[in-house]
């Protein structure tokens, strides 16, 4: 999982994507909550696989505080919020449906086509993160020819590059309590 950042001739190695690449699929709103200590798109619980692969998830994982009530009502009552699970210390994961009209961007993240995002996608994401370094984004969305060329140079390879950043890691878009 690296990112190539051509102004500084740079791969950074990042956790997961989940936060930067599904997160915004549920608004600025989400976005934005304090609480959120990371997301992840599958969950294990005593080692076992409790939303299969096929089911289209975010599992946010979320630290409660009574500073951030408001928050924690917002996201305990959300629309696509199918489930919410103690798991100690005030964190809590919070497992949400994907909205009906990203299931195929999901898909497309899933297979690390992040260029093949649907136009309004992108324009969600652009949206989402307004207070964010949108270059990153922008790199990753809507990849130049010179961006390929110069990670292609970076990296000294022959292969086409078609991507800037590489396919997700299951394992670390994975929550396992027995590992966090």
Same mark, same amino acid.
């Given at each position: 999982m690296l990112y190539y950042n051509k102004e500084e001739q740079t791969i950074t190695q990042i956790?997961? =994507?989940?936060?930067? +690449?599904?997160l915004p699929m *549920?608004?600025?709103?989400? +976005?934005?909550?304090?609480? /959120?200590a990371d997301t992840?798109?599958?969950?294990?619980? $005593?080692?076992?696989? /409790?939303?299969e692969k096929e089911c289209k998830t975010l599992v946010i994982k979320y630290k409660y505080h009574k500073d951030n009530n408001v928050e924690w009502v917002y996201i305990s009552n959300h629309d696509l919020c199918l489930k919410k699970i103690d798991i100690g210390n005030?964190?809590?994961? +919070?497992? +949400?449906? &994907?909205p009906e009209k990203f299931e195929d961007d999901?898909?497309? *993240?899933i297979e690390g086509r992040y260029s093949e995002f649907t136009p309004e996608y992108k324009n969600q994401i @652009? @949206?989402?993160?307004?207070?964010?370094?949108?270059?990153t984004y922008l790199n990753v969305i809507n990849p130049t020819a010179y961006d390929k060329a110069e990670l292609k140079k *970076?990296?000294?390879?022959? #292969?086409? /590059?078609?991507? /800037?950043?590489?396919? &997700?890691? #299951? $394992?670390? #878009?994975?929550? $396992? #309590?027995? =590992?966090?």
């Open positions: 956790k997961n =994507r989940s936060m930067r +690449f599904v *549920f608004g600025k709103t989400m +976005f934005v909550l304090k609480g /959120i992840y798109l599958y969950y294990k619980v $005593d080692g076992v696989n /409790i939303y005030d964190y809590y994961l +919070f497992v +949400f449906k &994907i999901y898909q497309t *993240f @652009m @949206m989402v993160m307004a207070n964010t370094n949108k270059a *970076f990296l000294a390879c022959d #292969e086409e /590059i078609v991507q /800037i950043y590489s396919k &997700i890691n #299951e $394992d670390l #878009e994975t929550y $396992d #309590e027995g =590992r966090t």
